[in-house]
């Protein structure tokens, strides 16, 4: 997720561009107001607003957490959701019985869920925070192993001053190293490789 | 199951009101018949097929609780 910044007229104006970009509704939108005052060559010129809009995660998980609800009571499981956002992660955790049913082979069932509720709540823009479905810490355990292998290879990268490649990963997993070294300075992250080659590259950033 | 699909069909699409679900259940099977607008059509598959492969996938958790195979058709 990154933050949002628009120069306008007006501060009516900046909002109504901001809405029309991210398709949410105000109250999803955290922002931040500047002033910018004109000078050297554009002194004289119109004084504009700087708006920086940040999307709240508590919104997004609000919204997500109901669309859970809503479509594991349809698959008649009995489950209590409860949201954590840490890490700029939206991460909704489910607890139910027969958990191994709900995570499927390597994860799969999981995975799709995840999939369904991000389009369905159509919150798989580009500015969006990445909103991750747990059942029994399973997400949480992968996510802590993408953690260690994303800080060894960021310190590689930042002694060696060198590119280090991660191996081929899924897109969840791609984005959650990229959100993971997103606050690490000094390495700048991308993908490269195409379909089930698709890996993450660790960059020195300069 | 039939309401489970109409359910995520109709939050996928721009037209939800011309979503239409039937389902044929038998001893051992259900077969979900799912039915949109034309221009929804690629709503519901996905890219690359990834969200009717979801569909199926969230469909079939569903239905081992009946002991039954599943299949989810698109039809246009």
Known sequence: MTDLTITAETREAATQEALRRLRLPLEALEIEWSEEEPDGLLAGARPFVLMNVR????YVAGVVAECVRNLLERMEIRA?????CPDDFVLVGISCDRQENLIGHRGETLDALQHLVIRMTHMGGRDMPLILLDVGNYRKRRIERLRRVARD?????LENDREEAFDPMDAIDRKVVHTLLKSVTGVKTYSRG????????VAPDK | MKELIRHIAEALVDHPEQVDVKCIEGDSSIIIELKVA???VGKVIGKGGQTAKAMRKVLSAAATKLKKKS?????E
């Open chain 1, 194 to 201: 195409e379909e089930e080659h698709r890996h993450v590259i």
């Open chain 1, 55 to 58: 999307i709240s995660l508590d």
């Open chain 2, 71 to 75: 299949l989810l058709q698109i039809v």
């Open chain 2, 38 to 40: 034309p221009d929804d």
């Open chain 1, 80 to 84: 209590e959701v409860e949201v954590q």
């Open chain 1, 153 to 157: 290879l960021a310190n590689l990268c």
